[in-house]
């Protein structure tokens, strides 16, 4: 999420009878139960439900607002239709209390003006935009926590078709493409049940012969984007790490298994796929443990599946280690300052980064082994 994913991953006048209100069939397949998965390797991540879910008055108004009402009403979730824009203040007694109750909280808002001026996201993709900000997730390095203020609410936008429209006006003229990251404040597939977000975003996409999308994910239920009509415009990323990383560190998310099939079915299904290698930790062993994550990956997505590896090694930000020692104070995350260097970026903040040595010693052997399974050519950029 850099701003990556794993750095951490925009109405109406009166509102419709959402009960009358058809769905498309291209943007919204069947919605499946909270129970009903098609594909059980591994252990799938849950889907999740929200305990508290509201729509701001505006977001009611949108057409994808009432889309993702349908899909609620399906599902058999609650939710409140505030009056105002206004969601309800979720403070609890500690600072714990305050990120459970947020955690649990889906709030369906729209994007504000100022979300559609977009800005670059290198080296992941030209311009970055948001279809929600938040995730169910609890992966206890995750770097949100730094760059979302306010409590760990959910919140997704209701109008996504003004978000995608807006889109239009940074598509560089001429013959190439431009690439647009989805995933900087989010894990799209982890709401995908309760919003269809990212299959309506890919079927957007695979309309823009201009325009390429990127999204990454630490879940695993693909079933809903396999159908699409993605026109090969879309990057479809899991985000893989050690076991070590994953069992300690990844809570609420599928375990290796399961993403390595979600990956292996997006192959299947033709997408281009990536590997988001990340957070990268030299914990001891890791040497073996990143081995055997690659020769699985190499086993699943095979020859002929068009693949990309980014590989990003674990930082903090004083302000992250301090609100993620907050909400996981058992943590085993190693969020030491020594042994570590601080890397400034030109706003006078910094980072605690690994020091060059180590870096040079996770670089090297990352290329070798990559490059050795699949060419050096499919890394985009280490950093
Ligand atoms: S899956 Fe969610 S909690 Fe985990 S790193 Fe990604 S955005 Fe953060």
């Given at each position: 999420m850099n701003q990556l994913h794993d750095a951490p991953h925009v109405s109406a006048q009166l509102p419709l009878d959402h009960a009358e209100e058809p769905i498309s069939q291209s943007v919204a397949p069947p919605v499946a139960t909270f129970t009903q998965r098609a594909n059980t390797i591994g252990r799938p991540a849950k889907l999740w439900k929200p305990k508290h879910v509201y729509f701001t008055a505006a977001a009611w108004e949108e057409e994808h607002g009432r889309r993702i009402a349908e899909r609620l009403d399906q599902l058999g979730v609650n939710y409140e239709r505030l009056s105002k824009n206004r969601l309800p203040r979720l403070k609890g007694n500690t600072?714990?209390?305050?990120?459970?109750?947020?955690?649990?909280?889906?709030?369906?808002?729209?994007?504000?003006?100022?979300?559609?001026?977009?800005?670059?996201?290198?080296?992941?993709?030209?311009?970055?935009?948001?279809?929600?900000?938040?995730?169910?997730?609890?992966?206890?390095?995750?770097?949100?926590?730094?760059?979302?203020?306010?409590?760990?609410?959910?919140?997704?936008?209701?109008?996504?078709?003004?978000?995608?429209?807006?889109?239009?006006?940074?598509?560089?003229?001429?013959?190439?493409?431009?690439s647009f990251e989805a995933s900087c404040y989010t894990d799209p597939l982890g709401l995908e049940h309760l919003t269809g977000s990212l299959s309506r975003t890919i079927e957007w996409f695979g309309t823009q012969p201009q325009a390429t999308l990127r999204w990454v994910t630490k879940y695993d239920d693909v079933t809903p984007l396999l159908g699409l009509t993605h026109n090969g415009h879309t990057r479809s990323r899991i985000s893989l790490n050690a076991e070590w990383v994953t069992r300690r560190l990844e809570g609420g998310t599928a375990d290796l298994t399961a993403r390595i099939e979600a990956l292996r079915r997006l192959c299947g299904a033709g997408y281009k796929v990536g590997i988001v290698l990340a957070p990268i930790m030299p914990f001891p062993g890791w040497q073996e443990s990143y081995v055997e994550v690659l020769d699985r990956t190499q086993?699943?997505?095979?020859?002929?599946?068009?693949?990309?590896?980014?590989?990003?090694?674990?930082?903090?930000?004083?302000?992250?280690?301090?609100?993620?020692?907050?909400?996981?104070?058992?943590?085993?995350?190693?969020?030491?300052?020594?042994?570590?260097r601080k890397k400034f970026n030109k706003f006078g903040g910094h980072k605690f980064v690994y020091q060059k040595e180590q870096l040079g010693e996770l670089k090297e052997w990352m290329y070798r082994e990559i490059g050795a399974r699949f060419g050096e050519e499919t890394i985009l950029y280490f950093t």
């Open positions: 600072v714990r209390e305050t990120y459970q109750k947020s955690k649990n909280t889906l709030a369906i808002v729209n994007a504000p003006p100022s979300a559609m001026r977009l800005t670059p996201i290198p080296p992941s993709a030209d311009w970055q935009f948001h279809l929600a900000k938040g995730c169910p997730a609890h992966c206890q390095y995750c770097y949100l926590a730094g760059s979302l203020p306010g409590a760990p609410i959910t919140r997704v936008y209701g109008n996504l078709e003004q978000i995608l429209e807006n889109n239009v006006n940074y598509i560089q003229p001429g013959e190439g493409t431009t086993e699943a997505v095979g020859e002929g599946c068009d693949v990309t590896f980014e590989l990003i090694t674990h930082r903090f930000t004083p302000g992250s280690k301090q609100v993620l020692l907050d909400w996981y104070p058992n943590t085993k995350l190693d969020l030491s300052e020594e042994g570590r």
